[in-house]
């Protein structure tokens, strides 16, 4: 069974940067890019990014650029989102997710979220 | 960057009947779209992929059709766990992946 494991809550002052980790298992690690994706409260989706663990390298949304690093520990099967000079507005669920390969290239399995809270 | 747009925001229906989404493109995406349900506190799930195709363990009363900048998604015989918000995502022009602003399904 495939499953993406996601660290804990965390709550951050403004200004503070964040890191959050997605283990992969059921899966094997290096056949697929991992995503992270945004959801503030009430909102949609916003995709970040995403890492190819294979080679370690990211590709990031223009909004996010400056802010994000998206890293891939292949010896642990696990990826991290790392979001710098948090704000308010950075208050959301954050999800890591994958293409399995089963939907083409669609995401078809996606952590459980890991909500962020950004306040002072 | 594509922008996606979907109507209605919100759509109120019974058990039984048909529900029609609709997802538009500011350009063409191909068929290179899905459809994801995320009900509340979970994360959303992948329901069709490549507009028309659905996703493995999706029920039948799921579909999706179109092509280029419009799509739909139908739920043939609305059941009451089908009240979600529902998504459209393009992958057809990226970075970034987009997403539409969902539609909310409620059933009376």
């Known amino acids: 069974e495939v499953q993406l494991i996601q660290s804990g809550a965390e709550m951050k002052k403004p200004g503070a940067t964040v890191k959050i980790s997605c283990k992969v298992s059921g899966y094997t690690f290096l056949d697929s890019y991992i995503h992270w994706l945004q959801q503030a409260p009430g909102k949609g989706l916003e995709w970040m990014g995403l890492v190819d663990p294979e080679d370690d390298k990211p590709i990031y949304a223009e909004n996010f650029q400056g802010r994000v690093t998206i890293t891939a520990d292949t010896s642990i099967d696990t990826a991290y989102m790392e979001l710098s000079s948090l704000r308010s507005e950075d208050t959301a669920v954050y999800y890591c997710?994958?293409?399995?390969?089963?939907?083409?290239?669609?995401?078809?399995?996606w952590g459980h979220g890991t909500l962020v809270t950004v306040s002072s | 960057e594509i922008v996606l747009t979907q109507s209605p925001a919100t759509l109120s229906l019974s058990p039984g009947e048909r529900a029609t989404l609709s997802c538009r493109a500011s350009?063409?995406?191909?068929?290179?779209l899905a459809w994801f349900q995320q009900k509340p506190g979970q994360a959303p799930r992948l329901l069709i992929y490549?507009?028309?195709n659905r996703a493995t363990g999706i029920p039948a009363r799921f579909s999706g059709s179109g092509s280029g900048t419009d799509f739909t998604l139908t739920i043939s015989s609305l059941e009451p766990e089908d009240s979600a918000v529902y998504y459209c995502?393009?992958?057809?022009?990226?970075?970034?992946?987009?997403f539409g602003q969902g539609t909310k399904l409620e059933i009376k």
């Open positions: 350009q063409s995406v191909y068929s290179y």
């Open positions: 490549d507009a028309s």
């Open positions: 997710a994958i293409p399995s390969g089963a939907s083409g290239s669609y995401l078809d399995y």
């Open positions: 995502q393009q992958r057809s022009n990226w970075p970034p992946y987009t």
